[in-house]
T-cell receptor, first 111, second 111 residues
Framework: GDSVTQMEGPVTLSEEAFLTINCTYT??????LFWYVQYPGEGLQLLLK?????DKGSNKGFEATYRKETTSFHLEKGSVQVSDSAVYFC??????????FGAGTRLTVKP | KAGVTQTPRYLIKTRGQQVTLSCSPI?????VSWYQQTPGQGLQFLFE???????NKGNFPGRFSGRQFSNSRSEMNVSTLELGDSALYLC??????????FGQGTRLTVV
């Protein structure tokens, strides 16, 4: 079945460092891809999405490009801040709300 | 527009009891999904409801059940609680393939 694999954490970076969190997927169809972020004690928030190949999703300085040829959707940010510390989840959906999530990657940004 | 609302936020129950959690989706969203989140297993899909019908179901025992009402509000029930049911239970609503919008969750502790 459909699945998502994302890099294991935790990831620790200094403020203003470049961030990459890898995500690859397996799907039989043509899924939509998402990145979610979860801050301590809260639910997941939709960070960005891409619905077809070569689409780039972006929000709050984060970007991810839907690469069908490599079945990837890596999350990047050019300069992280302490406030970006959270757990990041890659997810896919090939129909409606039937979503598959990766295991999550915990990011800690130190001042 | 109000977000997804889950009640209660925190709950403590004793082994063997049952519990009912409530979720009010974003207005106009007809799809509601439930997830269990634990440190060991991560995010696991429980079930999805659409127009009062269960559309998808994850790999959980029959003690976990749910329903959706005509106003799209949803409840999930766990009977004969076990210690391992302690988790954050997240509800998400969706409109088409736009991604899921999560509530803040209900933190269930079974003692």
């Amino acid at each position: 079945g459909d699945s998502v694999t994302q890099m294991e954490g935790p990831v620790t970076l200094s403020e203003e460092a470049f961030l990459t969190i890898n995500c690859t997927y397996t799907a039989t169809g043509y899924p939509s891809l998402f990145w979610y972020v979860q801050y301590p004690g809260e639910g997941l928030q939709l960070l960005l999405k891409a619905t077809k190949a070569d689409d780039k999703g972006s929000n709050k300085g984060f970007e991810a490009t839907y690469r069908k040829e490599t079945t990837s959707f890596h999350l990047e940010k050019g300069s992280v801040q302490v406030s970006d510390s959270a757990v990041y989840f890659c997810a896919l959906s090939d129909r409606g709300n039937d979503m598959r999530f990766g295991a999550g990657t915990r990011l800690t940004v130190k001042p | 527009k109000a977000g997804v609302t889950q009640t209660p936020r925190y709950l403590i129950k004793t082994r063997g009891q049952q519990v009912t959690l409530s979720c009010s989706p974003i207005s106009g969203h007809r799809s509601v999904s439930w997830y269990q989140q634990t440190p060991g297993q991560g995010l696991q899909f429980l079930f999805e409801y659409f127009s009062e019908t269960q559309r998808n179901k994850g790999n959980f025992p029959g003690r976990f059940s749910g329903r959706q009402f005509s106003n799209s509000r949803s409840e999930m029930n766990v009977s004969t609680l076990e210690l391992g049911d302690s988790a954050l239970y997240l509800c998400a609503s969706s409109l088409g393939g736009e991604g899921a919008f999560f509530g803040q969750g209900t933190r269930l502790t079974v003692v």
